[in-house]
């Protein structure tokens, strides 16, 4: 296993889960972008062949902090080496687990190499879009969603995905509204970047907490899911279902509905990615039903979470209005969690950028040009981010 991104929440919830099998499980890799004592630590015990860090400086601190360890890992740094070490030959799967645009090019190696991809990392796949699906097809490689709602939905469709257009009538993905659910909106303006990463149900890293308390998260999961399942938008709904305990839902062919329950522990689609077709324990708690007050459900309140609808318009608009939209949200969070604007602000940052540049020059033909529009994007919500701050 390789683990890009290991220091983060999934990457730590996955070598959690692996530690608990340790003849099943190899760590051929990990990689980080900050918190070099936490990966060092991660390398001493696990040993892999290979750590990646984003700086010389990064690299020459942790193989001063690897001891006796530092014999046996070698140190490489850079994106070239992430791509390198997904791809190694040696490796069966690759946990995806950076946050962001950031990790696409790495995914898109492990994609064009076969391997097993284990996908957190959902950025990758909105801004990938259909070059990363035609990766993956073309490189052989068997993707396997860990998003939770993706993960709920995958565990409720039969193995082969071949039999997927016949089974499918509609998917529901469920959300739990995040902090600001039943906020009055007009105090959204007050709202600080502490508040909005204390999320009611899940620990997550900071990126995807503020998008959860916008629904920019669930925005972008639609996206994913358009994707992953290859599904027509009209076929994906959302539903708020405070309790997160329906991970998410199926709606099938005869009308029948599959659902898939469990504790909000990242642990449990990770340890079903790990070991699919299998099951493997994960350590997360069982469901306590005698304990449960009810599960309640509500439709997406529009005006409180304006980001939704953005999803549906980027996926009927021109190929590249997804990149669009995900590299003004990340620049957007970013300046929200730098408190350089507020949080409606991001909103406004995101539909800014997307009126500049929606539908903007030819369809994305390669990671270059993918590349190029993020970079292009992350410009312009740049100079809206400066009008505003
Ligand atoms: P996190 O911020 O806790 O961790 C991110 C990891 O990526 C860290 O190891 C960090 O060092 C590394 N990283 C950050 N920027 C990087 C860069 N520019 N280049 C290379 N590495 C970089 O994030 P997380 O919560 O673990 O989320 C990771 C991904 O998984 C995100 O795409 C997120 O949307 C997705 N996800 C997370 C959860 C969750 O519960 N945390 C649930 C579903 C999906
Ligand atoms: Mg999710």
Request: aromatic fraction near 6%; charged fraction near 20%.
């Amino acid at each position: 296993m390789v683990i890009l991104g290991s220091t983060g929440s999934i990457g730590v919830s996955t070598l959690d889960v692996m530690a608990r099998h340790p003849a099943r499980f190899q760590v051929a890799g990990l990689s980080a972008w900050q918190r070099i004592d936490e990966l060092a630590a991660q390398c001493r015990l696990w040993r892999p062949r290979h750590a990646v860090v984003p700086t010389d400086a990064a690299a020459a601190r942790l193989r001063a902090l690897l001891g006796p360890a530092e014999a046996e890992v070698e140190v490489l740094v850079g994106e070239g080496a992430l791509c390198e070490m997904a791809s190694d030959p040696e490796v069966d799967s690759v946990m995806a687990a950076i946050v962001g645009a950031a990790g696409l090019a790495p995914c898109l190696a492990a994609a064009q190499a076969g391997k097993r991809l284990l996908l957190a990392n959902k950025e990758a796949l909105v801004v990938g879009g259909a070059l990363f699906v035609q990766a993956v097809r073309a490189g052989g490689a068997t993707m396997l969603p860990i998003d939770s709602e993706h993960s709920a939905i995958f565990q409720c469709l039969p193995p082969d995905a071949s039999r997927w257009p016949a089974f499918i009538d509609r998917i529901i993905l469920t959300a739990s509204g995040g902090p600001f659910r039943t906020r009055d909106p007009a105090s959204f303006t007050d709202i600080t970047p502490a508040q909005a990463v204390a999320h009611p149900n899940w620990v997550m890293g900071r990126k995807i907490s503020v998008d959860s308390a916008t629904m920019m998260n669930k925005a972008l999961e639609v996206i994913e899911a358009r994707w992953l399942f290859d599904l027509e938008p009209s076929r994906i709904e959302v539903v708020i279902h405070p309790q997160s305990v329906i991970h998410s839902m199926v709606v099938c062919r005869d009308a029948s509905v599959l659902a898939q329950l469990g504790t909000p522990d990242m642990r449990v689609p990770i340890a079903y990615g790990l070991s699919f077709p299998e099951r493997i324990e994960s350590g997360a708690s069982r469901l306590d039903f005698s304990a449960m007050a009810g599960l309640s459900f509500e439709p997406p309140d529009a005006t409180r979470f304006p980001g939704l609808r953005l999803a549906y318009e980027v996926l009927s608009g021109a190929e590249g209005d997804s990149v669009v939209l995900n590299a003004a949200n990340e620049v957007a969070v970013e300046s929200f969690l730098e408190g350089r604007i507020g949080f409606p602000h991001i909103h406004a940052v995101n539909v800014a950028t997307l009126a500049a540049l929606a539908g903007a020059g030819r369809p994305p033909a390669s990671l270059g040009d993918l590349l190029d529009l993020d970079a292009r994007s992350r410009d312009v919500a740049r100079r809206h981010v400066a009008r505003l701050s």
